[in-house]
């Protein structure tokens, strides 16, 4: 086993903290992206392209009625149909960027929180919220809700464009159907933007939920524990059944909202346009371009239907990532652990009533082996963490349940023992460490490995500290 180190490496919870980045507000962290406006750019340019190109037909119409050369508007016409595909294109290729960035500055926000609130590092109840919000909800929450605002953008662009075509080429009938159409569609909206957020909300809560007790589907459906695996599943049919239930209220809602908006856009156009076409006071050329513009118009109209439903289910998108914001937001205000009354724990043989009277016991020390004994919660592992807060970075701590901790060498094909000899090398090569914490080491070790990493940790404490928690009794 190695005893020093070639090269000098710094604790990576040593060099983050000391950033100590101020966090952006929740909104400016995703619109504060350099991608963002380059891609709203784009949006506009492409529903420019796209909107000239009903102009450019009506004047094909009109001049080729009129015996007219038609040609140079024809050609107008055919390249705005097909130019918009590339700032289209280009704009869908900035939004994932965006998207990717406003993750990233995310993360980093929760690495950061994590880092600097001081939370405890056994908050369960936290670090089940975080895990599930960051590891499994905050990607596809964030690209929804970027998504959502490209598409409203370009449905925004499209409507208001759409208007000015309608006014300026077509009869002034449909322009007041139009508006008609939107007050109807926003009516519907205030109508049940509430009771959408409302239910997103209480479906996403429920999600996290029931992913968290899915996350612990492996030691309760492969130990064959008859009795955890009755309990899991009883968990998992309460929390599915919670979530399912509320996913489909808020499906249906959304449908019915869909429904009604559907009427409400698409009503008012069909019946001015019979009207128009019924009444015989159009020019033949108008009732030409309505005719050939029809596709165009009920794409207008849906297009409005498709705007003000985004916009309704801005509700729901909203809720959401407020979830991914409140799991932020908790780390701040997390406190850690507080040991209430007192600790009954030997060192060395020594007895202890508080944690940081061990502090004081090795305080002439620089080397040596301090061994925590007591019995099962008397407070060997609360100790550990109140020394690891005391010494920072000078110290590490390897918590006896340590399967996520992030090392340089991938040793998950190795023992368990052979696992924490190379944990235990790693950390000797950081020439910063002075204190090495361990609970528990010996837990789930037979007694060769145990003799062996015992002589290692014998060895060790010649040009360390090491501060021990041992699971077996007599054994220093």
Known sequence: MSTGAATIKTDSASSTSTRRPTPPANWRLVFMQRT????????????????????FLTDVIARFQAGQEYFRELYLYLAAMA??????????????RWINGAHYSLVDEFTAAVINSGVSYRNDPLRESVGAVLARNSFPVLKDYISFIHDLASFSLNSILSILVIVFLLPSQ???????????????????QKSIAVISSDCEYAYLKYSGVLGRIWPNATLGNLHNESIWRTQRDSAGRAFYCTSNRLEVLRQLGNLLLAVA????????????????????????????????????????????????DYSSLHARIKVVFDARAALSGARREVVAGSIDISVNGTKIRDALDIKHLIATSKTGRFTITGANGSGKSTALLELKQE?????????????DLAWNNDN?????????????????????????????????????????????????STQKVIIEARHRKGQI
Do not use: M
């Not at 698409?266 to 019946?271: A, S, V, Y």
């Not at 050939?292 to 985004?310: K, W």
């Open 36 to 55: 963002a406006l380059p891609c709203i750019v784009f949006v506009v340019v492409h529903q420019s392209a796209v909107a000239c190109s009903t102009i």
């Open 83 to 96: 130019i918009p595909y590339l700032p289209g294109c280009a704009s869908f290729i900035l939004l994932q």
């Open 412 to 460: 998950q094909s190795l023992s368990t023992g052979h696992k924490l000899l190379e944990h235990l090398n790693e950390i000797l090569e950081i020439e910063s460490i002075q204190y090495i914490l361990l609970d528990e080491w010996d837990a789930n070790l037979d007694k060769n490995n145990t003799t062996k990493i015992d002589t290692v940790l014998e060895a060790l």
């Open 174 to 192: 449909l322009a007041g159907g139009y508006c008609l159409s939107l007050a109807l569609c926003f009516l519907i909206v205030i109508a049940l």
């Open 265 to 312: 856009s698409l009503g008012p156009t069909i019946f001015l346009i019979a009207v128009i076409v019924r009444s015989g006071a159009v020019e033949a050329s108008v009732i030409a371009a309505l005719i050939v513009s029809l596709t165009r118009i009920f794409l207008i109209v849906n297009s409005l239907s498709a705007l003000v439903y985004r916009i309704l």
């Open 391 to 403: 010494y920072g970075a000078a110290s590490f701590l390897l918590p006896s349940d340590h399967p």
